[in-house]
């Protein structure tokens, strides 16, 4: 059985669709969010290769995410999950890569989530929702 969380309605720091507006229209959301409760098992979207272990914001070490690299180079990047994984690692489909991040630290008051994006060869942003819905 396949499961996928909801994507994350809108709360006082957006909406959790790709290409949501953010910061008053300056950007808008590279990825989607996926609502869960900190602790979730997060499952990889797409066979591949763990190919980065790191951390979305410098001043703070505590929040992680996991990239992960498939057959055709498109790098699907899980924030706000703390690796169970190792770099190299490889992945299956459905395969275990951490479990979700309690962001009600950095950011109070959102919608607990993690957030899917993914880049293709040429450093562009896809739309996860045509690759996991």
């Known amino acids: 059985m396949k499961v996928i969380a909801p994507v994350r309605d809108h709360d006082t720091f957006g909406s959790g669709l790709f290409g949501a507006s953010r910061d008053g229209g300056k950007r808008t ?78 950011y109070v008051g959102i919608t607990e989530h993690v957030h899917l994006e993914i880049k293709d060869q040429n450093d562009e942003f896809l739309d996860p929702g045509e690759y996991i819905i």
């Open 29 to 106: 959301h590279s990825g989607i969010d996926f609502a869960c409760y900190p602790g979730s098992i997060v499952l990889a979207c797409s066979s591949g290769t763990v190919t980065k272990l790191g951390y979305p914001y410098g001043d703070d070490p505590h929040y992680r995410y996991v990239e992960v690299t498939d057959h055709d180079l498109r790098r699907f990047r899980y924030f706000y999950v703390k690796p169970t994984v190792s770099m190299n690692q490889m992945i299956i489909k459905g395969g275990a890569l951490g479990t979700s991040q309690e962001l009600n630290r950095r």
